[in-house]
Nanobody
Framework: QAQLVESGGGLVQPGGSLRLSCDAS????????IAWFRQAPGKEREGVSC????????TYENSVKGRFTISRDDAKKTGYLQMNSLKPEDTAVYYC????????????????WGQGTQVTVSS
């Protein structure tokens, strides 16, 4: 089955930045909406941000608004999540996902998932 591959996670101090990438080289990404989800230990997976394929409309979960920026480069078949002003509560495994339908923050709307990349925010 075709796969998505996340990269860019790591350990960063509070206030720092990371840029996550989602390699979707096996897909014609221009036909898919992209989302980023995260799952912290003991918590449910939650939607962080999504971007549509039709008009580039973006949506953010309230706690990341103004700090995270989602983007896409369909020519490179890659999605991105720029994360600034990171907080300890952002610590989680981050997953990218794509959908052939409408991009939302609902995980059940997504058809394909990556394996995840760990983001740890700690001093």
């Amino acid at each position: 089955q075709a796969q998505l591959v996340e990269s860019g996670g790591g350990l960063v101090q509070p206030g720092g930045s990371l840029r996550l990438s989602c390699d979707a080289s096996e897909f014609n990404l221009e036909y898919y909406g992209i989302a980023w989800f995260r799952q912290a230990p003991g918590k449910e997976r939650e939607g962080v941000s999504c971007i549509s394929n039709s008009d580039g409309r973006v949506t953010y979960e309230n706690s990341v608004k103004g700090r995270f920026t989602i983007s896409r480069d369909d020519a490179k078949k890659t999605g991105y999540l720029q994360m600034n002003s990171l907080k300890p509560e952002d610590t989680a495994v981050y997953y990218c996902a794509i959908t052939s339908g409408v991009a939302t923050l609902e995980l059940y709307d997504y058809d394909y998932w990556g394996q995840g990349t760990q983001v740890t925010v700690s001093s």
